[in-house]
């Protein structure tokens, strides 16, 4: 990976860290967030682990999408290509100047120690949860952003969007 590319995480994680239950979203839809994930990932492309991707509520990216799983015999659609490893996605992302990984836990663990920028909406609830965002060293980031949206507001809870940069 050369140094010219920005590896961004993007997570949505409730008070409890919760992201996701039954390999879904927790929470009911929450347009805000969505429209801000379809703006900040316009034109990029974005990497996964098999499950986020193997997943009726899937998001990928127009450009190229990248599904990291151990299984060599693996089959994706159109638009989506199999590695086996994050370190050979962002091999194949190289020469772009971001990549967004999308997790989902497994992969933001794995991806956390690389991650340039956060961008993490706080969903300010708690949820029932199957899989977690992994705690990161905040003191390693700055936070160069914040959005607030209230109840009402294009979302139905409260929510922050947050972007960390790595200091
Ligand atoms: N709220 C959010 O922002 C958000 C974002 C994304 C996902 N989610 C949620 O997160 C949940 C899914 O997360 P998850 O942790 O269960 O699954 P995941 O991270 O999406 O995918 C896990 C899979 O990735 C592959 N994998 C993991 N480590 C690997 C490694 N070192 N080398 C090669 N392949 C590796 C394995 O695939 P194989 O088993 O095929 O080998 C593993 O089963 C769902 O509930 C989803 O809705 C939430």
């Given at each position: 990976m050369?140094?010219?590319?920005?590896?961004?995480?993007?997570?949505?994680?409730?008070?409890?860290?919760?992201?996701?239950?039954?390999?879904?979203?927790?929470?009911?839809?929450?347009?805000?967030?969505?429209?801000?994930?379809?703006?900040?990932?316009?034109?990029?492309?974005?990497?996964?682990?098999?499950?986020?991707?193997?997943?009726?509520?899937?998001?990928?990216?127009e450009i190229e999408n990248y599904v990291i799983t151990r299984q060599a015999d693996y089959v994706v659609d159109a638009?989506?290509?199999?590695?086996?490893?994050?370190e050979e996605a962002f091999e194949?992302?190289?020469?772009?100047?971001?990549?967004?990984?999308?997790?989902?836990?497994e992969i933001f663990k794995l991806s956390i120690p690389f991650a340039d920028r956060i961008y993490l909406t706080l969903v300010h609830e708690t949820f029932e949860g199957d899989a977690f965002f992994p705690a990161f060293n905040k003191n390693d980031f700055?936070?160069?952003?914040?959005?607030?949206?209230?109840?009402g507001q294009n979302t139905p809870y409260n929510i922050s969007i947050l972007t960390y940069e790595r200091k």
């Open positions: 050369t140094k010219q590319t920005t590896i961004s995480l993007i997570a949505a994680m409730s008070k409890n860290r919760a992201i996701g239950l039954n390999n879904a979203l927790p929470w009911n839809p929450i347009p805000a967030d969505w429209d801000n994930l379809k703006e900040v990932t316009k034109d990029k492309k974005m990497i996964m682990g098999r499950k986020s991707y193997d997943n009726p509520h899937r998001i990928w990216s638009g989506f290509e199999v590695v086996s490893s994050l194949k992302c190289k020469f772009e100047e971001e990549v967004f990984v999308l997790g989902g836990e700055n936070i160069t952003e914040r959005k607030e949206f209230l109840k």
